[in-house]
């Protein structure tokens, strides 16, 4: 008891206090205690309750809420945010540019009729083989960020757009033919890794064309710098002006100017 409930008690309930406290303890039987001595010994004693489980088999019953370890309180804030940061990073999704909007565009391979209200872009998917028909280029675009040309014969696959603060590095294959990239003011600070069976290609802002070639991997650069290499070996600065060829064997790769005709093509996924 408290101090408060002793000056509390009444003089009689004091004196009956005392009088219980003087009176003498008896000793325990000696019988009594051989007993629990041996029911000790052979691992008879109960064990005391684990609180544990005895107080949610009590809640359960008296239909009381389970409670909230504070511990998880935190957890439960951080993948919400973490949730919420996602949602918020996302880039916009990959669409068919207007001017590409008819004919048929492949994706794994499947024809989808591209004439068809928003039936390619349900299908635009990263990681997804796309590939132009045969009537004509196909521009994808991820709104001032990336614009993917791809010519008839071409097929890449396709990257997911570059998110707004965090997983900045996105890549694509090209599979087949060639590939037109020209990157938006949304794209700075992203990077955009092309990787071809002979060549890695490392997009940081610029426009340019990868092209599969029978020697191997060319790259022609309108703008800005690009960094190719090979497979097995060092990095090549590619500039703006320049073509760098990538070959199957292990000459080293070689740079040169690009021609008129070159150059008028890029001019046009640059114009997007």
Known sequence: MSRFEDARRTAAEERAREAVRCLPQPPASPHFRLALKERFVAGEVPAAPDLREVRPVRRRLLGLPRPVGIAVLPLAAAAVLILVLGLLNRGPAWRIADSTAHGT?????????????????????????????????????????????IPPGGEITLPRPPGRWFGRTVRCALTRGSVGISSGPEFTGARLLVATEDADVEVLGTTLAVILIPEGTCICVLDGVVRAAPK?????????????????????????????????????????
């Open 105 to 149: 565009l492949l994706v794994d391979g499947e024809p989808v009729a591209l004439d068809s209200p928003g039936a390619a872009e349900r299908v635009l998917r990263p990681g997804r083989r796309i590939a132009a028909g045969e009537t004509g280029a196909v521009t994808l675009v991820c709104p001032e960020r990336l614009v993917l040309r």
């Open 232 to 272: 097995h070996g060092a990095g090549t600065a590619v500039p703006a002006g320049r073509r760098c060829t990538v070959f199957h064997d292990d000459r080293p790769p070689t740079l040169e100017e690009i021609d008129e005709a070159e150059r008028e093509t890029l001019l046009r996924i640059d114009s997007f």
